[in-house]
């Protein structure tokens, strides 16, 4: 293969626009027998007469690759272009694993004032499964070097997340809230605990999730199972279901539109069914554009 070296095309390119080794070489700011250098190798590069011999007028061969030197000319700036952008973290992609409601919750915005940051950026949210794994997946693609970001839930009573070689800073917390109908007597009540919810219908995540492994705590804690109605991993079907009246939905308040308010569950303590969600990336991250996302996000957005 052929290495044709820039400055060859360089050299050509600006002798075939300037119809002069003498006006091409004070553009390139080198010798002019240097410019005729540059040319004559790469004809011997490449194999063809690029000028009519003895003038500076385009051989039909010298005019078919005069674009393509160009473009390659063009493209060896880009990637320069490119690699400094990245070597600044101002380009580059950002790789979130994460749930529909965290984006409604917190990655949207972020993501936004990263974006009117760093316009040259670009924000990839990772596809998921929510396999009943509580949120488990999401860590898994970090650790398995599939994205750069994860979202992590927790209790406030858990130990940390599985967070070993990881960083991470708390982004939200989020109570699980019962969506009660209209004509239910604690519908505009602050909290509600699993006995009132004795005789209802609900409707709940799968097991394994993480709000399922939490209302069933509660339910056991008072003595009972939950009555499952209906069974689904996607929030917006929950709440179709409820609205549909086939049950009463328990799901978590980012699930829900930020105007609306419906009562928290609460354990026989009295205590609400809190879930932290935080934001975590790999503790040895030195991508200069990940780290642009983690100085945003440390400093609040």
Known sequence: MVNVRTERLKAFVTVAES???DDAAEKLQVPQPTVWRQVD???KDVGLNLFEKGTVLLTPSGAELLPLARRMINDEADLLRLATDLDHGISGTVRIAC???????FIAG?????KRKYPLTKI???PYSQDGTAGQELIDKLR???VDFAVGQRRPSDPPPDREGLDGRLVYT???VVVLPDDHPERNSATISAESLRDLALVLPPSGYFTRIQVNRVFNG???SPNIAAESGAWVALLAMGRSGVGVPIVPDDALDPEESYPSLIDSGGEKLIKELWLLWRHDTSNPTLRNFISLLNSGG
């Open 110 to 114: 972020i993501s936004s004032a990263f």
């Open 144 to 146: 398995a070097h599939e």
């Open 222 to 224: 008072a003595g009972f």
């Open 41 to 43: 190798q790469l004809r």
């Open 99 to 105: 749930y529909p409601a965290h984006v409604r919750r």
């Open 19 to 21: 119809a002069s080794y």
């Open 124 to 126: 990839e949210l990772a």
């Open 174 to 176: 989020v109570s699980l």
